[in-house]
């Protein structure tokens, strides 16, 4: 079924009442990388902007950019939190997202874009392809069945995807943006963190 974001599912398919807390209570590890990849996708939107004025002479990229590919985007981020806070609701996840945000934004610049435009579309589509992979691995290795499903919808194939030149653009900030939330999240951005021990 098809949903506003041109997504195949919507946040309120998945069944957050369900998650079993017991079995990712205390991953560190786990909460490091959902919270992470959490605050990656939630700024999506400033992400969108810098790409939309960066394509803005190709006008079906840039369309498809603000009205698809941004709230798919933003979806994914929405649907991590929730899973974060319903997970580990001892975590500050706003107070974490401000932090990431204070490092990130302002590397998050057209400037720190590729030097071309087929460039800059070539490294998205290389990072959409590890990104899909890395959900993917988080699927296939989540202890949680709602995690589990998460991570599968996530991972799954666009609907929505320039119509003529069948274009894509991906959908992960850059590398650097995930080793500035890695650091975030890492740094105890929260005023309780999990009782980790991994
Ligand atoms: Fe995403």
């Not at 874009?113 to 998205?124: D, F, V, Y």
């Not at 030149?165 to 963190?193: E, I």
């Amino acid at each position: 079924m098809g949903t506003s974001t041109g997504a195949t599912w919507s946040i309120d398919d998945i069944p957050y009442g369900t998650l079993a807390r017991e079995s990712v209570r205390d991953d560190r590890r786990l909460f490091d990388i959902v919270a992470s990849a959490s605050f990656i996708e939630i700024t999506s939107d400033l992400y969108t902007r810098n790409l939309v004025e960066f394509f803005r002479a190709d006008r079906e990229v840039a369309d498809w950019l603000a009205e698809h590919w941004q709230r798919e985007e933003l979806q994914h981020g929405a649907a991590l939190r929730k899973y974060v806070e319903t997970a580990w609701p001892d975590f500050d996840w706003q107070a974490g997202y401000r932090l990431f945000l204070a490092d990130y934004g302002p590397t998050c610049t057209v400037q720190r874009l590729a030097p071309s435009k087929a460039l800059e579309m070539a490294s998205r589509c290389v990072i959409e392809t590890g990104t899909a992979t890395f959900y993917r691995a988080l699927s296939d290795l989540s202890p949680e069945p709602v995690l589990k499903r998460l991570a599968a919808e996530i991972s799954a194939p666009w609907s929505a995807v320039p119509p003529t030149s069948r274009r894509r653009t991906p959908s992960m900030p850059t590398r650097r943006c995930s080793a500035c939330a890695t650091r975030r999240v890492s740094s105890g951005a929260s005023t309780t963190t999990p009782t980790a021990t991994a």
